[in-house]
């Protein structure tokens, strides 16, 4: 196990909800990314957070945000939910707030929209 | 185009045999580079990192061309536990891609 959990790890919204996921990271992991996973498909980069703040972005939507907490937690926030966002979503912990280490995955949320 | 490119597969080999993937990146200012393995329906996990000098661990061989912006990933004496899919991914300052996988299953 990687240290790293989400919760919660299924989800059911109507479209144009909105959803909030979480996630914790390894301990001493003060980095945390975040991606969306489409079936038959590889994890797109959503954004990473690093002390607190955004530190880098994919191409996805301002409703698509994010918050990193002191304790190095994070959550993922969509807004105005489209079936399209029905996907795994993974978060991953690092260190150091690069991009360039080793990232270790939680087991994802996965979030259907009806 | 997409900014990392794989052979989706899937490759259906031997137990014992040797498979190799290949990968193309198109950001020329990519820093790092990785293999993941994927699960089905599991998280992805480190394989190995990819350097400039080629990089070899046990049965797996991981090897990088800057000029030719493409990464290679070779598994030799395959085994049933490698069935799985293999992501490629590339980072740079901003931002990490991954490749959409190639699927390998090994049969007995």
């Known amino acids: 196990e990687t240290g790293v959990t989400q919760s919660p790890t299924h989800l059911i919204k109507t479209r144009g909800q909105q959803v909030t996921l979480r996630c914790s990271s390894q301990s001493g992991h003060n980095t945390v990314s975040w991606y969306q996973q489409a079936l038959g498909q590889g994890p797109q980069f959503i954004f990473q957070y690093y002390r607190e703040e955004e530190n880098g972005r994919g191409n996805f939507p301002p409703r698509f945000s994010g918050l990193q907490f002191p304790n190095y937690s994070s959550e993922l926030n969509v807004n105005a939910l489209e079936l399209d966002d029905s996907a795994l979503y993974l978060c991953?912990?690092?260190?150091?707030?690069?991009?360039?280490?080793?990232?270790?995955f939680g087991q994802g949320t996965r979030l259907t929209v009806v | 185009r997409k900014e990392v490119e794989q052979d989706p597969g899937p490759f259906n080999v031997p137990e014992g045999a040797t498979v190799a993937f290949n990968c193309t990146y198109s950001?020329?200012?990519?820093?790092?580079f990785f293999w993941y393995r994927q699960d089905c329906r599991k998280e992805p996990k480190l394989l190995m990192s990819v350097y400039s000098s080629g990089n070899e661990d046990g049965r797996f061989t991981a090897q990088l061309n800057r000029a030719s912006q493409y990464i290679s990933l070779l598994i030799r004496d395959s085994k049933l536990s490698d069935s799985a899919t293999y992501l490629c991914?590339?980072?740079?300052?901003?931002?990490?891609?991954f490749g959409s996988g190639t699927r390998l299953s090994i049969r007995p």
């Open positions: 950001n020329s200012a990519s820093q790092s």
């Open positions: 991953a912990s690092t260190l150091g707030g690069t991009m360039n280490t080793e990232a270790f």
């Open positions: 991914v590339v980072s740079s300052a901003s931002k990490i891609i």
